[in-house]
């Protein structure tokens, strides 16, 4: 599903150099690749949900030690931050881009399909990372919870701001409700997430948007 930029992130200053020396043993520096190191702790994340990803899994996936994790990323919560931010600017980056679109339909169509591509990709963990993440986050991660809670929050808001444009300029109803369309649309996204997680095939979820996009407001003639 969609995902917003947490407001209080500054990504451009937290893009590492690609390639940055870090002390993995004493007196012998390594090099390695800080954003394929995140890459790889992204699909960890993805796949096993913020909690049941140990630290065991994400510095074997990133292939160094728990000193360098910390030294590169900070923490666990940190890293999976950095991961839901790289996250968006890239499987999920076609969110922003359809919101692009000219017309709302169209952003919804671009929308749907592809978050119906993007949760079925069979070179990628099934679902969402910010739902995968989400599902398995108890009281010790609250914090985690509250962010994927922000984040999905800003997705809708920035949805409905976009109904909000299209209606005024004539693309949607008079009597087209663009906060309810808004939540309605974030939790079809949602849901699709959720049932490629359950098994259900790319087919099967593109019926489901074909329905949406069946029911959406007509645009009155002029």
């Known amino acids: 599903m969609g ?26 520096p390594r ?3 800080l954003d394929q190191a995140l890459e790889n702790a992204l699909h960890v994340f993805w796949e096993k949900g913020y909690e049941g990803a140990s630290m065991a899994d994400l510095t074997e996936a990133m292939g ?3 000193p360098s994790l910390y030294a590169a990323f900070g923490n666990k919560e940190e890293l ?18 359809a919101l692009l679109l000219p017309t709302a339909r169209a952003v919804v169509e671009n929308l749907l399909y592809s978050e119906v591509e993007a949760v079925t990709d069979p070179e990628c963990p099934a679902g969402c ?38 209606k005024s300029e004539g693309d949607l109803p008079e009597a087209a409700d663009p906060t309810a369309l808004a939540r309605y649309i974030a939790t079809i996204s949602q849901g699709l997430a959720v049932q490629a997680v359950g098994g259900a095939t790319r087919d099967e979820l593109k019926k ?15």
């Open 64 to 66: 160094i030690t728990k």
């Open 3 to 28: 995902l917003g930029l947490s407001p209080s992130r500054d990504i451009s200053n937290e893009r590492y150099k690609i390639r940055k020396v870090l002390t993995v043993a004493i007196g012998r």
């Open 208 to 222: 489901t948007a074909e329905m949406v996009l069946m029911t959406w407001p007509p645009v009155a003639s002029a």
């Open 31 to 33: 090099e390695f690749d």
């Open 129 to 166: 990372l910010s739902i995968n993440g989400a599902l398995t986050c108890g009281e010790a991660a609250e914090s985690i919870k509250q962010e994927l809670r922000v984040r999905r929050s800003q997705f809708e808001s920035d949805l409905r701001a976009r109904f909000e444009r299209a």
């Open 80 to 97: 999976f931050r950095k991961a839901l931010d790289s996250y968006v600017d890239g499987p999920a980056g076609y969110t922003k881009r």
